[in-house]
């Protein structure tokens, strides 16, 4: 299983900007498909965006063109720029590893002024 630990969350104003970060242990990270989730109060979790091991991307339609996903094979990885935050962007953020279904603890996002 791959141990998977985010960070980069906090308060941000609305049209603000945010980067979120998750290092992922073991020495697989570079062939695995990362996404982001995130779940707001009493919603379900949502997929926010995804990346494949060649850097295919794939985004949530209430993100396109405001949020970008990246990956460093080299720090073990991934990345979610996220620009023009919106108040509907609140919620926990998770990363996930699809191969073996894992997650990291989640990180709080609050935008609001």
Known sequence: QVQLVESGGGLVQPGGSLRLSCAA??????ILTMGW???APGK???LVASITSGR???YADSVK??????RDHAKNTVYLQMQRLKPA???VYYCNEKAFD???QGTQVTVSS
Request: no cysteine; aromatic share 14%.
């Open 25 to 30: 242990s073991g020495s697989i990270f570079s």
């Open 37 to 39: 989730y995130r779940q």
């Open 44 to 46: 379900q979790r949502e």
């Open 56 to 58: 295919r991307t794939d």
């Open 65 to 70: 063109g405001r949020f970008t996903i990246s």
């Open 89 to 91: 962007d609140t919620a």
């Open 102 to 104: 894992s997650w990291g």
